[in-house]
């Protein structure tokens, strides 16, 4: 998930942006970690990680509670070592219970293309089986699955 490194052009920040999609829906804690400086802030909901192993912890908690993610995020805006996005990623509950979260992010890369900070911002909202459009294998979305902005989200 490393390069492309900054400076971002529109090309490299498209690529970066769909890496990091890619990695977070591997559901790997330490893989998705290791894209982050060792010392990289976050500020994800009300937790407020820092360093790698922090991130690591946070996502092992995420991912035993939300099952079936799958994510999609699209580039908003970019400058030299910044980075905007919007996402939508879709996870059921123990219960059976599906939701939908929508989130915007910020992220700030160090020279090596590491993410050094990332400030997020995500909101949950239940849905139906029927409203999920998110229907792809675990893993990876295929490149022929529409984004965010073709699904009207």
């Not at 922090?54 to 996502?59: K, M, R, S, V």
């Not at 909101?123 to 009207?152: Q, T, V, Y």
Request: proline content about 7%.
């Amino acid at each position: 998930m490393k390069p492309p490194l900054p400076p971002f052009t529109h090309e490299t920040a498209v690529a970066k942006v769909r890496a990091a999609e890619d990695a977070w829906n591997s559901r790997d804690p330490q893989a998705v970690a290791r894209a982050y400086t060792a010392d990289s802030r976050w500020r994800n909901r009300v937790e407020f990680p820092v360093g790698r192993e922090a991130i690591e912890a946070l996502l092992q908690r995420k991912w035993a509670r939300e099952l079936d993610y799958r994510l999609v995020k699209e580039l908003w805006t970019f400058a030299e070592d910044r980075i905007a996005v919007r996402f939508a990623y879709e996870w059921r509950d123990d219960s059976g219970q599906w939701f939908r979260s929508y989130g915007n992010e910020n992220w700030e890369f160090a020279a090596d293309g590491l993410m050094a900070h990332r400030f997020a911002s995500i909101n949950d909202a239940p849905i139906s089986a029927a409203e999920r459009k998110f229907h792809w294998p675990l893993g990876p979305r295929p490149h022929d699955h529409a984004g965010l902005s073709e699904l009207g989200l």
